[in-house]
């Protein structure tokens, strides 16, 4: 996906970042030394072969100069500061961070180095899976996703926007879906609704965003895309800049529940029943993302309207079952 969010570097550029990471190493001779890694949709990001042979992952944030959503404050330090966090606990099979750089001396963005996971893309390859090994590594994602939802918070919102925080959860949820309605304004953005059709469906469900009491720690972007999985088991998992203090409905496991049906994630999490008010936030949350997924389409022009389609198909069956339910 290209988008003009990402900060691309040439090999001289990276270069130097190599050599001030690893203690003056350089890069490997040859071209691939240096091959971009284009499935993310933000941050630039390359596999990385070290003087040494060692490969590593370096990823780049967008230059401080460019145009993002309210809610991407500071995504990289967050994703740096959630990776370490979430490291504590082996059974997160997170990669290593090896250095982490926000002087904007030699870059014009903060930039990481990390470790190269073992394994192949989980949405590569899940397809040519049987079908018993698609079902066990769907729970193992579900397991996981649930280790991470264990850390918790002193706040809801986002580490790296401090308007976007509250002390509680149906606060904090306005105030995130405002600064998302915000963005969209400045975009002049249109959507199958309007602005206040869309603030409606969200106060209506105040009381059951109110059973929400205590924050945890909520990856929001743990989809297939950022698995890693090798021999039948999962490898690794990335991608934690979006990571928000929530709750765990929030996570992407429980955003299938709008088709109405339990999948192996949710059986892998333990949770497999619910309650109205539980659905009444999955479907929230799946509007959040739809908004997001809109909006964000005028902040990073796509060279494609593929996400734009589906995130419009998403919205008007999410926004169907919120006013009706």
């Known amino acids: 996906m290209e988008s003009k969010t990402k900060n691309k570097k040439t ?17 490997a001779p040859g071209e691939e030394a240096v091959t971009e890694l284009k499935d993310g949709w933000f941050n630039a990001a390359y596999t990385v072969r070290l003087g040494d042979g060692r490969s590593v992952i370096l990823k780049i944030a967008p230059p401080q100069n460019a145009e993002v959503m309210l809610y991407e404050k500071n995504l990289m330090a967050t994703e740096v500061a959630v990776m370490r966090l979430v490291q504590q606990n082996p059974a997160i099979p997170v990669p290593e961070i090896y250095f982490f750089d926000d002087t904007h001396d030699l870059c014009d963005a903060d930039y990481f180095f990390m470790a190269k996971i073992d394994g192949d893309n989980l949405a590569h390859v899940k397809a040519d899976l049987p079908e018993a090994t ?16 264990q850390f918790p918070g002193t706040y809801f919102g986002y580490d790296g926007n401090p308007d976007l925080r509250a002390a509680t959860w149906h606060e904090a949820f306005i105030k995130i879906v405002e600064s998302l309605l ?33 924050p945890c720690l909520v990856h929001w ?6 698995f890693f999985v090798k021999d039948g ?24 529940f709008g088709d109405g049906g339990i999948t192996h994630s949710m ?18 949350y799946s509007l959040h993302l739809a908004l997001v997924m809109t909006i964000e ?29």
């Open 134 to 149: 698609q079902s066990a590594i769907d729970r193992q994602t579900g397991a996981i996703v649930r280790e991470i939802n």
């Open 182 to 214: 915000e963005d969209a304004a400045r975009k002049e953005v249109v959507f199958d609704f309007s602005y206040e059709e869309l603030r409606a469906v969200v106060h209506k469900c105040v009381p059951a965003l109110e059973e929400v009491t205590e």
């Open 297 to 325: 389409c005028f902040y990073r022009n796509y060279d494609t309207d593929d996400v734009f389609n589906l995130a419009r198909q998403f919205m008007a069956k999410t926004m169907a079952w919120l006013q009706t339910n």
């Open 267 to 284: 059986r892998g999490y333990g949770k497999t029943s619910f309650t109205f008010a539980e659905q009444q936030r999955s479907h929230l």
């Open 11 to 27: 090999r001289a550029e990276i270069e130097a970042m190599a050599r001030r990471a690893f203690d003056g190493l350089g890069l």
């Open 233 to 256: 088991r999962i490898t690794g998992i990335i991608d934690f800049e979006r990571a928000l203090w929530a709750e765990p409905l929030m996570e992407a496991q429980f955003r299938q």
């Open 221 to 226: 972007d743990a989809w297939d895309l950022n």
